[in-house]
């Protein structure tokens, strides 16, 4: 089955700092991928459509200013947590479709985000 | 509310037995899929029933969907201590989001 990536798979920051995670599909091409964020014993939570080449879609309640997404290739969309304050301490998961079978959504293995 | 409705939020059985859980969602839906997921880690697909199908098998699997009451159900049969886990069943509706519900944490004990 295809495979989609993420990177880091852990990141620890400081409250304040920014942090990117990257979303890579490694076998076929997305022309969309979507960003969920789940908390502790909760399920996942639609945040944003990303597209190649045009803006991101936010869910509503979902900063955008907060929340940036960068859909720069067919391969990959980045998710960056500008300010993160310990709030955004969360498991964030992509998925990516459009490619083989449109739908059909491949997740990726998630990111665990802490802001201390 | 972006989520569906899954119940139980949690279910507790004994190694052997069977687990179903059950799923509705409101919107009209392209397919509905199930996925499980342990503790702290990424999601594994398990399933995917299309709108058009009624039932579908896959090992100890079994996945009902009832378009009219859009309401799906996941069984789980002879169970593993293995099995334990969250599952969630998701929807891909309009504009391809899959959105997901609730989900069931499942205990099986050994």
């Known amino acids: 089955g295809a495979v989609v990536s993420q990177h880091p798979s852990r990141v620890i920051c400081k409250s304040g700092t920014s942090v990117k995670i990257e979303c890579r599909s490694l076998?076929?091409?997305?022309?969309?991928m979507f960003w969920y964020r789940q908390f502790p014993k909760q399920s996942l939570m639609l945040m944003a459509t990303?597209?190649?080449?045009?803006?991101?879609?936010?869910e509503q309640g979902v900063e955008k200013d907060k929340f940036l997404i960068n859909h720069a290739s067919l391969t990959l969309s980045t998710l960056t947590v500008t300010s993160a304050h310990p709030e955004d301490s969360s498991f964030y998961i992509c998925?990516?479709?459009?490619?083989?079978?449109?739908?059909?959504?491949?997740f990726g293995p998630g990111t665990r985000l802490t802001v201390l | 509310s972006q989520q569906g409705e899954e119940d139980p939020q949690a279910l507790s059985i004994q190694e052997g037995e069977n687990a179903t859980m059950n799923c509705s969602y409101k919107?009209?839906?392209?397919?509905l899929q199930w996925y499980r997921q342990n503790s702290g880690r990424g999601l594994v697909h398990l399933i995917l029933?299309?709108?058009?199908?009624r039932e579908k098998h896959s090992g100890r699997l079994r996945v009902t969907l009832d378009t009219s009451k859009k309401s799906s159900s996941l069984l789980i049969t002879a169970s593993r201590a293995a099995d334990t886990a969250s599952y969630f069943c998701?929807?891909?509706?309009?504009?391809?989001?899959?959105?997901f519900g609730a989900g069931t944490r499942l205990f099986v004990k050994a």
């Open positions: 998925s990516a479709g459009g490619g083989k079978g449109t739908d059909t959504q491949y």
């Open positions: 076998d076929f091409q997305a022309t969309t």
């Open positions: 990303s597209n190649e080449g045009s803006k991101a879609t936010y």
């Open positions: 919107t009209s839906i392209n397919n």
């Open positions: 029933i299309r709108s058009n199908e």
């Open positions: 998701a929807v891909l509706g309009g504009g391809f989001k899959t959105i």
